[in-house]
């Protein structure tokens, strides 16, 4: 059966089994302008990127052999505070020195599969730069309002660390 789908990005996706759902509207939104962005974050605790990652960053090049603009998100200020997702124990915090050079290490790699050049290419975003100088009370007034602790305990990655230990810093991550 012929894919009914006029956009190439959605039809690629799609036939590669990479969509489950599909907001109203998106396949005719692709067609008048496929110059869409979407990001991935990275987690800067290794200077390497993994098998994991692989499915991740073959859909940004091909989002950018389609026309779109990747963005890949180096998580350079959650990374100081360590994803708690999937941990029985809080991770090792790591020094800026460190965050910075698996950040460069990262970034070096994704050069390989995504083209960073030009007016339309890629972007390497480091939260960090926007992370890095908001202040406890800012967060705390214009972020913190905006989350119930009971949606904060209905993580899995709480729950599962709740009873035998969770940081301030990890539970704050979210």
Do not use: C
Not at 5 to 13: M, P, V
Not at 30 to 58: E, N, Q, R
Not at 119 to 128: I, S
Not at 139 to 164: C, I, N, P, Q, W
């Amino acid at each position: 059966m012929a894919n009914p789908l006029a956009s190439e990005l959605l039809r690629d996706f799609t036939e590669r089994g990479l969509v489950h759902d599909v907001t109203a509207g998106l396949d005719q939104r692709l067609v008048a302008d496929p110059a869409i962005s979407a990001y991935i974050g990275f987690d800067p605790s290794a200077d390497s990127l993994h098998v994991g990652h692989l499915m991740g960053v073959l859909a940004l090049r091909r989002l950018q052999l389609h026309g779109g603009r990747p963005v890949a998100l180096v998580g350079g200020g959650t990374g100081m505070i360590g994803d708690p997702s999937g941990r029985s124990a809080e991770r090792n915090l790591l020094d800026r020195a460190t965050l910075d050079h698996n950040r460069a290490a990262i970034g070096a790699q994704l050069a390989n599969l995504v083209d960073f050049s030009g007016k339309g290419g890629a972007l390497l975003l480091d939260n960090l730069s926007w992370l890095g100088d908001l202040g406890l009370i800012d967060f705390l007034r214009d972020t913190g309002k905006h989350l119930t602790v009971g949606y904060m305990l209905a993580k899995e990655s709480v729950k599962t660390r709740l009873e035998g230990g969770l940081s301030f810093t990890e539970f704050s991550y979210m």
